[in-house]
């Protein structure tokens, strides 16, 4: 193809709007935050599944369709059939568990990690395109499951390196038992969402939209006294105690919640979570403990961990009742924040612990031996593949993130020895044979 | 929702033609693959990078678009863009790399692993969605680049526990400079793709097909001369100087295979390696070496990994020269191959290592507390969640590949021990502290 031909039919190298590459520096980091809640949600006994990223529209939208509708990739494929990029982890889980239910032994853990689609308008920090992480048990209405899903949750941030966070828990099903004691149960759904705003939009602005759902100024500040705390000491269970009360001394939701924070104070955990009664999660399949994750530090960050109690997620596609407990972590939106925060974590993006440099294309075959025996010993160690001027091949490494360097001189390589360099601190350690070099790499 | 309406409204839980779920028997051992692979790629160096699921249709397939049209899945989103599902990871990377040539190190290596869609008709071990597992080095074109690519594909065999099998490797530049040296260089395209047949149709349906092309059964013969060897016993280098010869004594493609091979054979590993002068790849953009990886148990199965050097990947998206080499391993095929095998890897699908049984809910407190315990010291431990009978807790162990589980009766609470069961062989140990536990969990 000639030069010019080949610049005629150029096409220009992008992608859609609200999607993105990730670079290493930060596919890198992505994967070790993945990586580390696997093996996590594994030393639990959760379990890894994975369904299809296409669907029938109609499996993951229902029958009706509705407002979701204008947010999600749907399209009809070759075959004429309605099909949908999926836009959440948990309707394809529910999906699969009405569809695998013979083969699953309950209680079941699982753990999903994976991408999701929505066609909403890309704003800072959110794409059309991102990774949730889903973690759920299913088949079990107890105390006991609400509790491993928060302890897990509470250990997962750990495991990933963050530190000061909060746990906001509530519970849907006390929230209804009150709204039932003043009877307006039937304006749920608008209260929750209203409720769901206290945060953006303010308590006034929340009494006088709840005023006119209710039609009835007194219902909407009983409301909001049940929703915000007047005294900001209030403790978990003096908190729990007020809403019950409030709710007509509602019983059996109450007994769960106090079992549920037993478990915490046991397990050493109770301080990070808050019992916060304004947290409702807008989505209507909930009916017992909802809970929402802030990062302290960054306070407008908004929720990076939601969740709740749904007891019959699958309903529309079984008729089998399948209790369950869940939650998801926002892997983009956690990733920005720890960037945000400058986190270790995701400052970790060095390629390799050792580059061996090419100083004479000759030694190769020694330089390839050298990578063998490092590789080894569990050394992440890349041989630079080209004979460029070392000035190149020290610019590469600082690239890539990488610490320190190997260069090889003839009597070196005759002696099976070769000099270490600390890129950082420009240190060498000349003549060194395997095993010392070993010595000061693991000492790191 | 009364049952009625529930009953009514339920809709059948079912996936797309040529799409599945992975049940974790399936997931568990995937997921341990790729993870083993992950680690591997990240000991040579390479480096993870991620690229849209969805990009623009004219960014994938150019702006003609032919015969692949058919086979991708493609609509047009909300805002009225033709988008596509990507067909595999090779396209957008060669993307990537246009787009963000200034921002990379070169040489770059990357690997990717992850799903791409085809509209294909399902076949046997043929799935419309499909995993690949991609690593290429780029910004280089020389036999250490070659080398390195053969060499990280062989031990990545070893790696995930794959015995047996054979890689063939060519070079498409020694082919061409024979079709050169023929004459009929402006045929190779189709004289490619009738060779590549070879295995399937055989030597004399390819020796018509090729003389029809090329109009000469003379030309045909010498086509076949060149990719059957008539002696079996022939050598590497000896197929290399024969087919040297018939492409009248071509250097630079030879010096670069001869060189390769010398490589192999410093680093221990020629003899995984057939010159196998049939192998061409379908793909037109290959230039130098092409390979294909069979596994002798299964010799009808197909390649499990192919690829070969491309000297212009990214010409459709920039004027800049990108030579590259790389490979790509078919995850499910080789999967379902190991299934087929009865390969330990795909066996491995315990859930976890220990179960706590839960034969008093009131002493669940403490088995949490065991289980953090055992975590602790790096072990997958999942608390049963509810007080079914004893029966049913061993089913669900059975159910979930789990070899230990631990019992714990009201006077070994008190003394903060426990019984340890292991499950097939029905041994007891009981009356245990954690440390004497862990020296029987560990030792296995």
């Known amino acids: ?50 369904t299809p990223v296409l669907e029938y529209t109609e499996v993951l939208l229902g029958k009706g369709g509705g407002e979701t509708d204008k947010q999600i990739f749907h399209f009809k494929d070759n075959g004429e059939r309605d099909v949908a990029l999926r836009f959440d982890l948990t309707v394809p889980f529910a999906r699969f568990l009405a569809q695998h239910q013979s083969e699953l032994a309950l209680p079941f853990k699982r753990f999903h990690i994976d991408k999701v689609w929505r066609g909403e308008n890309p704003q800072k920090g959110r794409y059309r395109e991102f990774t949730q992480c889903d973690f759920d048990i299913v088949g079990v209405d107890n105390a006991e499951a609400d509790f491993e899903i928060l302890s897990m949750m509470d250990s997962s941030f750990s495991v990933m390196g963050v530190e000061n966070y909060q746990f906001c828990i509530a519970h849907r099903g006390l929230f209804n038992a009150f709204l039932a004691h003043l009877d307006i149960l039937d304006k749920s759904t608008e209260i929750l969402r209203t409720v769901d705003k206290l945060r953006k939009i303010g308590k006034e602005e929340v009494a006088s939209q709840l005023a006119e759902i209710t039609g009835s100024s007194e219902k909407a500040n009983q409301i909001l006294a049940y929703i915000h705390k007047e005294n900001e000491n209030e403790s978990f269970l003096e908190t729990l105690d007020r809403l019950s009360s409030l709710a007509g001394n509602e019983e059996v939701h109450t007994k769960r919640m106090r079992a549920i924070h037993a478990y915490l104070m046991k397990a050493g955990i109770a301080d ?173």
Chains 1, 2 share one sequence.
């Open 1 to 50: 193809m000639s030069d010019k031909t080949k610049a005629g039919s150029i096409i220009e190298p992008r992608v859609l709007k609200g999607f993105r590459d990730f670079l290493p520096a930060m596919e890198i980091p992505k994967k070790a935050i993945i990586s580390k809640l696997e093996t996590h949600f594994s030393s639990y006994g959760f379990v890894p599944i994975d």
């Open 272 to 444: 990070h979570f808050v019992f916060d009664p304004s947290i409702t999660r807008g989505l209507d399949y909930y009916t017992g403990i909802v809970y929402e994750t802030f990062l302290t530090q960054l306070p407008n960050f908004g929720s990076v961990c939601s969740g709740g109690r749904y007891n019959d997620l699958a309903s529309l596609y079984t008729k089998e009742n399948l209790p369950g407990v869940g939650s998801s972590i926002g892997l983009d939106r956690l990733l920005a924040a720890l960037e945000e925060l400058e986190s270790p974590i995701v400052q970790s993006t060095s390629s390799a612990d050792v580059a061996i440099f090419n100083t004479d294309m000759a030694g190769f075959a020694y330089y390839d031996q050298l990578a063998r025996s490092l590789r080894k010993a569990g050394l992440r160690v890349c041989v630079h593949l080209t004979d460029k001027k070392l000035a190149a091949q020290y610019k590469w490494a600082e690239n890539n993130a990488i610490s320190y360097a190997i260069l090889v001189s003839k009597e070196e390589e005759e002696q099976n020895r070769f000099t270490l360099r600390h890129l950082a601190n420009r240190e060498n350690h000349p003549n060194l044979t395997l095993q010392e070099a070993l010595t000061i790499l693991q000492r790191k």
